[in-house]
């Protein structure tokens, strides 16, 4: 997909990708090619996620959401100008985490959430730093501050059998699985 970014979103990056290849594969392992489900992405920026996922998938439902005003305008405008349009476009919400979602229950919660730990964003590549919004990289003094969130909320939020997909910053993984 061709999308466009702004200064308040992250450039999506390949290791994204990975992402919406797992949700695709479990979608297809649950439902077949006829597809169904419910998908939950929690801080959409771009819409990336969300629209490669309502692109290439068939799901019964997307929600889209994001702390962002600014994000989801983006996420709108690139919906709005995808062509051909998917079979089914996502709702894009504002509000933080789960917030945006009460009450509702998902087969799939999925995310690229802020990772990067306080003491390390001095650090970061300038091409990051400079150019990626800092609310959307900054994960707490540990880099976990989202990903506890996002694991410790799901729980309410998730079907009995569903997935739970996030991007995690390599150097959490053991401390992210330990988490969840």
Do not use: H, K, N
């Given at each position: 997909l061709d999308l466009?970014?702004?200064a308040g979103v992250l450039i999506p990056r390949p290791e994204t990708?990975?992402?919406?290849?797992?949700?695709?594969?479990?979608?297809?392992?649950?439902?077949?090619?006829?597809g169904s489900g419910r998908v939950l992405e929690i801080g959409t920026g771009s819409g990336?996620?969300?629209?490669?996922?309502?692109?290439?998938g068939r799901f019964a439902r997307i929600v889209?959401?994001?702390i962002s005003p600014e994000a989801l305008a983006v996420a709108r405008a690139n919906a709005a100008a995808l062509a051909p349009a998917p079979p089914l476009?996502?709702?894009?919400?504002?509000?933080s985490l789960f917030e945006p979602a009460a009450g509702e229950r998902f087969d799939v919660i999925v995310s690229n959430p802020p990772y990067i730990a306080e003491p390390e964003y001095a650090g970061l590549?300038?091409?990051?730093?400079d150019f990626e919004p800092r609310m959307a990289l900054l994960g707490g003094p540990d880099g976990l501050w989202h990903t506890r969130a996002i694991l410790q909320g799901a729980g309410d939020h998730l079907t009995p059998g569903g997935l739970v997909v996030l991007e995690v910053d390599s150097r959490r993984g053991a401390a992210s699985a330990d988490i969840a």
């Open positions: 466009a970014v702004a990708e990975g992402l919406v290849e797992l949700v695709l594969r479990f979608a297809e392992d649950q439902w077949g090619p006829q990336c996620i969300a629209l490669s996922l309502a692109f290439e889209a959401t994001d476009l996502p709702e894009f919400r504002l509000g590549d300038a091409g990051v730093r």
